[in-house]
């Protein structure tokens, strides 16, 4: 639900919480923390200028239309559906909450305790096919694709040319391109939500640099 439409009593929390707990981002308790804008591109950086000043330092920055390169950009369901649409992908909830994580664990001395009505985390799987027909048919189906993208939907996509000059880690390099960089995963989302609503998630760390 969007935050003007949502009960305000979510982001109510107990008198001796954290300042900024169970508030949405951009409330006034995280003004003392904001350290401005970061660096915004409209073209891809130079592959040195990311390596030495960027990646390096962990320092973040966005880049402006970086997809637009990708014929990934111009899909359409209909075209998901035909060419990609027997690929089997995982499904998860759309609003997630990470609370079942942590569930009956004592963190920092205290049991976390979780309301009946928490949703547990659910992960299943189904074509792509068959996602996107269900929800088509109904827009209030609280799931979303979260998965690893197939190898030929790769192929659509173009990996932004700063980011290949790296290099692998020792004992997993291509021989004879020692100067390839190592790529985790590549993430395929797919999100349908009725215009009132939004699919949510809550601020968290993820143990690999992101693009």
């Given at each position: 639900?969007?935050?003007?439409?949502?009960?305000?009593?979510?982001?109510?929390?107990?008198?001796?919480?954290?300042?900024?707990?169970?508030?949405?981002?951009?409330?006034?308790?995280?003004?003392?923390?904001?350290?401005?804008?970061?660096?915004?591109?409209?073209?891809?950086?130079?592959?040195?200028?990311?390596?030495?000043?960027?990646?390096?330092?962990?320092?973040?920055?966005?880049?402006?239309?970086?997809?637009?390169?990708?014929?990934?950009?111009?899909?359409?369901?209909?075209?998901?559906?035909?060419?990609?649409?027997?690929?089997?992908?995982?499904?998860?909830?759309?609003?997630?909450?990470?609370?079942?994580?942590?569930?009956?664990?004592?963190?920092?001395?205290?049991?976390?305790?979780?309301?009946?009505?928490?949703?547990?985390?659910?992960?299943?799987?189904?074509?792509?096919?068959?996602?996107?027909?269900?929800?088509?048919?109904?827009?209030?189906?609280?799931?979303?694709?979260?998965?690893?993208?197939?190898?030929?939907?790769?192929?659509?996509?173009?990996?932004?040319?700063?980011?290949?000059?790296?290099?692998r880690h020792d004992g997993?390099?291509?021989?004879?391109?020692?100067?390839?960089?190592?790529?985790?995963?590549?993430?395929?989302?797919?999100?349908?939500?009725?215009?009132?609503?939004?699919?949510?998630?809550?601020?968290?760390?993820?143990?690999?640099?992101?693009?």
């Amino acid at each position: 639900v969007r935050y003007e439409n949502r009960d305000q009593t979510i982001n109510t929390a107990p008198a001796d919480s954290p300042k900024g707990h169970l508030k949405p981002v951009g409330h006034p308790d995280f003004l003392d923390s904001w350290m401005g804008e970061v660096d915004t591109f409209t073209e891809p950086p130079h592959p040195e200028k990311f390596w030495k000043e960027y990646h390096k330092p962990r320092r973040p920055f966005l880049v402006k239309g970086g997809g637009l390169r990708s014929p990934a950009i111009n899909w359409t369901d209909e075209h998901i559906m035909a060419k990609f649409g027997d690929e089997v992908a995982k499904v998860e909830w759309r609003n997630e909450d990470r609370l079942t994580d942590y569930c009956g664990q004592k963190i920092k001395g205290k049991l976390i305790h979780c309301p009946k009505d928490t949703i547990p985390y659910v992960e299943s799987r189904t074509s792509i096919r068959n996602f996107i027909k269900t929800s088509a048919a109904n827009p209030e189906w609280a799931k979303y694709i979260i998965s690893q993208m197939p190898d030929d939907m790769g192929k659509d996509w173009a990996v932004p040319a700063f980011f290949n000059c790296g290099k692998r880690h020792d004992g997993d390099t291509v021989k004879g391109k020692p100067w390839m960089t190592q790529m985790y995963e590549n993430n395929f989302w797919y999100l349908r939500v009725p215009s009132n609503k939004m699919g949510t998630s809550v601020i968290h760390y993820d143990m690999n640099h992101q693009i």
